[in-house]
């Protein structure tokens, strides 16, 4: 069974970083064809916040463009947000989100990030 697992989140102030991490504890980041990271605010949808590919192709949410980076180390399994200039719009549960080949998808439990003004 895959399984993800998120780390990292936590209260910052506005202005402030974090860096997310996603570490695959079953399974091995080769059979993914791509992953990702979403978010859940409070009263909101889960939305895409960024992703890469299998190739190294990247996507961000518009809202997080020139702030985040999202990064992979295929050595340690894991997957990486770094989040730079925090505000308090990024308060949010924070998933890691894995597909395969096959289209089988898989989620973290989230890490909640908060920043206050």
């Known amino acids: 069974q895959v399984q993800l697992g998120e780390s990292g989140g936590g209260l910052v102030q506005a202005g402030g970083s974090l860096r997310l991490a996603c570490v695959i504890v079953s399974g091995n980041i080769f059979r993914f064809n791509a992953m990702g990271w979403y978010r859940q605010a409070p009263g909101k949808q889960r939305e895409l916040v960024a992703s890469?590919?299998?190739?190294?192709?990247?996507n961000y949410a518009d809202s997080v463009k020139g702030r985040f980076a999202i990064s992979r180390d295929n050595s340690k399994n894991a997957l990486y947000l770094q989040m730079n200039s925090l505000n308090a719009e990024d308060t949010a549960v924070y998933y890691c989100?894995?597909?395969?080949?096959?289209?089988?998808?898989?989620w973290g439990p989230g890490t909640q990030v908060t920043v206050s003004a």
């Open positions: 989100s894995s597909a395969t080949f096959s289209s089988n998808t898989y």
């Open positions: 890469i590919s299998s190739g190294g192709r990247i």
